[in-house]
């Protein structure tokens, strides 16, 4: 088999074998395939897709490119969860914390930005010392001893995630389907999680943008859960505007810690509030969401959710005094607050060109391996459906650089719609696929 032959069969719209998908994988993942050919192969895939067949076919292949944990040799029961990706999408950092303060373990391998979304590892990085590389062993005896993983691709779990992950991120390749549901299914069964709750996006602001595509994708990855003996839920849920205010990473982990500690915008709170409940539910800790939802309200209310935060961060290394005081956290030099030209509803905050506006400050990557810069970013002080005066401040842009922040602004420009009508605020979820 050669890998060009793959390249070209796809190109040409024909469907791969297993054989040939588990080629092309263990081949990238080994180095024996380059770069250029995957990026090539990857965007054949974007323009001709793959029937659901090749998609479970390749998940497999992803997830069986290193080890696969057994976590039920560890804790009775562990769940995970993960997003489709999203701008201001930090529910990670709270729901994870929260669902093990409720008894229920929760170990999970996140990803760093991809394309114009944030990812919970680059927003982890923001404190000092965080390692987001454990390895099998020490993602096992942490589960073990608190309960809670948050960690990254190993160079053991789902290593050709890792790979193929960093180069879409820069090849334009992050768009489909096939791609995306493989990625994320990979990585939970790699992982070993029985349960998952996956959080697909759709809108603006999503690799989904219309709600029918993001049902496909939730479709498609709960049935390859249960192919792999998983227990799973998708939750469909709203990516046109920004989730809570903050976009950017150590912004996006002050935003985290407010909510864990029992603030936090509204928004982004009860985003939290329900992803936390399907978790609890489906971990067997509560008989339906609203208990759920209960449980978890509680553990944040009497601050378990917060003391599970900190004994995470330590776990993985992380300087806790950088979140126990968040003023430590990096902070950029330039703060620039953009008002509203008139007085009118926010009838548009458009999430794609905000998180664009975000990486071009450098809160994420153009080139595969960039550093990201933990500071900088955008606040948006409003959500759709709200009144401002004339001068009020829409949003904050977070610089490190003139040059950035005048790039950002002109993005940013095309963001917003006002409206002087009064406009319907957007809903957070539109449906559950069990
Ligand atoms: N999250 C992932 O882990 N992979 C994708 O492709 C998209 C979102």
């Given at each position: 088999?050669?890998?060009?032959?793959?390249?070209?069969?796809?190109?040409?719209?024909?469907?791969?074998?297993?054989?040939?998908?588990?080629?092309f994988?263990?081949?990238?993942?080994?180095?024996d395939?380059?770069?250029?050919?995957?990026?090539?192969?990857?965007?054949?895939?974007?323009?001709?897709?793959?029937t659901?067949?090749?998609?479970?076919?390749?998940?497999?292949?992803?997830?069986?490119?290193?080890?696969?944990?057994?976590?039920?040799?560890?804790?009775?029961?562990?769940?995970?969860?993960?997003?489709?990706?999203?701008?201001?999408?930090?529910?990670?950092?709270?729901?994870?914390?929260?669902?093990?303060?409720?008894?229920?373990?929760?170990?999970?391998?996140?990803?760093?930005?991809?394309?114009?979304?944030?990812?919970?590892?680059?927003?982890?990085?923001?404190?000092?010392?965080?390692?987001?590389?454990?390895?099998?062993?020490?993602?096992?005896?942490?589960?073990?001893?608190?309960?809670?993983?948050?960690?990254?691709?190993?160079?053991?779990?789902?290593?050709?995630?890792?790979?193929?992950?960093?180069l879409?991120?820069?090849?334009?390749?992050?768009?489909?389907?096939?791609?995306?549901?493989?990625?994320?299914?990979?990585?939970?069964?790699?992982?070993?999680?029985?349960?998952?709750?996956?959080?697909?996006?759709?809108?603006?602001?999503?690799?989904?943008?219309?709600?029918?595509?993001?049902?496909?994708?939730?479709?498609?990855?709960?049935?390859?859960?249960?192919?792999?003996?998983?227990?799973?839920?998708?939750?469909?849920?709203?990516?046109?505007?920004?989730?809570?205010?903050?976009?950017?990473?150590?912004?996006?982990?002050?935003?985290?810690?407010?909510?864990?500690?029992?603030?936090?915008?509204?928004?982004?709170?009860?985003?939290?509030?329900?992803?936390?409940a399907?978790?609890?539910?489906?971990?067997?800790?509560?008989?339906?969401?609203?208990?759920?939802?209960?449980?978890?309200?509680a553990?944040?209310?009497?601050?378990?959710?917060?003391?599970?935060?900190?004994?995470?961060?330590?776990?993985?290394?992380?300087?806790?005094?950088?979140?126990?005081?968040?003023?430590?956290?990096?902070?950029?030099?330039?703060?620039?607050?953009?008002?509203?030209?008139?007085?009118?509803?926010?009838?548009?905050?458009?999430?794609?060109k905000?998180?664009?506006?975000?990486?071009?400050?450098?809160?994420?990557?153009?080139?595969?391996?960039?550093p990201?810069?933990?500071?900088?970013?955008?606040?948006?002080?409003?959500?759709?459906?709200?009144?401002?005066?004339?001068?009020?401040?829409?949003?904050?842009?977070?610089?490190?650089?003139?040059?950035?922040?005048?790039?950002?602004?002109s993005?940013?420009?095309?963001?917003?719609?006002?409206?002087?009508?009064?406009?319907?605020?957007?809903?957070?979820?539109?449906?559950?696929?069990?």
């Amino acid at each position: 088999m050669r890998a060009v032959d793959i390249i070209i069969k796809k190109r040409d719209g024909l469907e791969l074998t297993k054989e040939e998908i588990e080629f092309f994988i263990q081949g990238y993942t080994r180095g024996d395939i380059p770069d250029y050919q995957a990026a090539a192969w990857a965007m054949a895939v974007v323009w001709r897709g793959m029937t659901p067949r090749e998609t479970t076919d390749l998940t497999l292949a992803m997830a069986a490119s290193g080890d696969t944990l057994d976590l039920s040799a560890v804790v009775p029961f562990a769940v995970d969860k993960h997003s489709t990706g999203g701008v201001g999408d930090k529910t990670t950092l709270v729901v994870e914390p929260v669902v093990a303060a409720c008894g229920l373990p929760v170990g999970k391998m996140s990803g760093r930005g991809l394309g114009f979304t944030g990812g919970t590892l680059d927003k982890l990085e923001s404190i000092p010392g965080y390692r987001t590389d454990l390895t099998t062993g020490e993602f096992l005896r942490q589960l073990r001893e608190i309960g809670l993983v948050l960690t990254g691709q190993s160079a053991d779990l789902a290593p050709a995630d890792g790979k193929l992950y960093a180069l879409r991120d820069v090849t334009g390749t992050v768009q489909s389907m096939p791609l995306i549901a493989s990625s994320i299914m990979s990585k939970k069964i790699a992982a070993g999680a029985q349960g998952i709750v996956l959080d697909v996006k759709t809108g603006l602001g999503a690799f989904m943008q219309t709600l029918e595509e993001a049902r496909e994708l939730a479709t498609l990855m709960v049935q390859i859960a249960h192919l792999a003996g998983r227990k799973a839920v998708a939750l469909l849920s709203d990516m046109n505007q920004p989730l809570g205010h903050a976009v950017g990473n150590a912004l996006e982990v002050r935003e985290a810690i407010e909510t864990l500690q029992g603030g936090g915008p509204a928004d982004f709170r009860e985003h939290c509030l329900v992803v936390a409940a399907h978790m609890l539910h489906l971990g067997g800790k509560a008989a339906d969401e609203e208990e759920g939802r209960a449980l978890a309200e509680a553990a944040i209310a009497d601050g378990r959710a917060w003391e599970a935060f900190r004994k995470l961060v330590i776990a993985q290394g992380g300087d806790v005094s950088y979140v126990d005081d968040p003023d430590k956290l990096p902070a950029a030099r330039i703060v620039k607050a953009l008002p509203a030209p008139q007085d009118g509803y926010l009838a548009e905050i458009h999430a794609r060109k905000v998180g664009e506006a975000a990486v071009i400050l450098g809160a994420g990557r153009t080139r595969k391996g960039d550093p990201v810069n933990h500071a900088v970013g955008i606040v948006v002080h409003h959500k759709v459906g709200d009144f401002l005066k004339a001068g009020e401040p829409v949003m904050s842009i977070h610089a490190d650089d003139e040059a950035s922040l005048q790039e950002a602004l002109s993005r940013l420009d095309e963001a917003i719609v006002w409206q002087e009508a009064p406009v319907e605020p957007l809903p957070l979820f539109y449906g559950v696929v069990a």
